[in-house]
């Protein structure tokens, strides 16, 4: 199978930058508890919101007389500012591969399920932003969350603004793999070490444990 593509485009959290803790994420949802005046929120709301399950998340509205949309937008603005402090304190570092992307000569963008503004910050915080031409994360809105991948709108968004189809998109998770295939581009999972014993259940075309090993594979 050729390497070439006319684009790669790039998860952001576990391929550039370490995953946030999901005490930093507990944290933005307990304050985002506090600015709606619930100052003791159930702990499983709380575990709700810090993993964004929607779903679940909605009993603030039966159980705590709290709009979803309006606790949700609170919900993203903590998020944002924690991470962004969790980056600035070094908890949330660059990966060391991340220079491999100056050996890849493609087109590069990258699609995050992270908040828009989280991923904006990390890629101008590190020095990213000569690489990509686009970088997208989610809107801090409960539409934005429902988009998240597997759904394709920000990967498809990315492609068209890339102007091509000829893309491998670059991932740690299952999701990520998945919404490769649904947008009709190939896929390449990055196995790191948080990702060991990580099943699949749907074939990716390319499988490494580093963006070295990738930008080797993907070399003209
Ligand atoms: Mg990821």
Redo the contacts with the bound molecule.
């Keep these: 199978m050729t390497g070439t593509y006319d684009a790669v485009v790039f998860?952001?959290?576990?391929?550039l930058v370490e995953?946030t803790e999901m005490d930093v994420l507990r944290r933005a949802a307990r304050a985002a508890f506090e600015d709606h005046g619930v100052a003791d929120p159930p702990e499983p709301l709380v575990e709700h919101a810090a993993n964004g399950n929607l779903d679940d998340l909605a009993r603030v509205e039966d159980d705590l007389d709290l709009a979803l949309a309006d606790y949700w937008a609170s919900r993203e603005d903590h998020a944002v500012a924690h991470q962004t402090d969790a980056i600035e304190s070094g908890e949330k570092p660059l990966y060391d591969d991340v220079t491999a992307l100056a050996d890849l000569s493609h087109r590069k963008a990258v699609v995050?399920?992270n908040q828009h503004g989280t991923v904006q910050f990390i890629v101008d915080h590190y020095g990213l932003g000569d690489h990509f031409e686009h970088v997208a994360g989610r809107d801090p809105t409960l539409a934005g969350a429902r988009r998240r991948k597997p759904e394709t709108h920000y990967l498809d968004a990315a492609l068209d603004e890339l102007g091509t189809r000829d893309a491998v998109y670059v991932?740690?998770?299952p999701k990520?793999v998945e919404v490769a295939h649904r947008a009709g581009v190939d896929s390449a999972f990055l196995r790191r070490s948080h990702r060991t014993d990580t099943v699949l259940d749907r074939e990716p075309t390319y499988e490494v444990e580093t963006l070295t090993a990738l930008a080797e594979r993907l070399a003209d």
């Design positions: 998860d952001n959290d576990g391929v995953l995050s399920n991932g740690d998770s990520d």
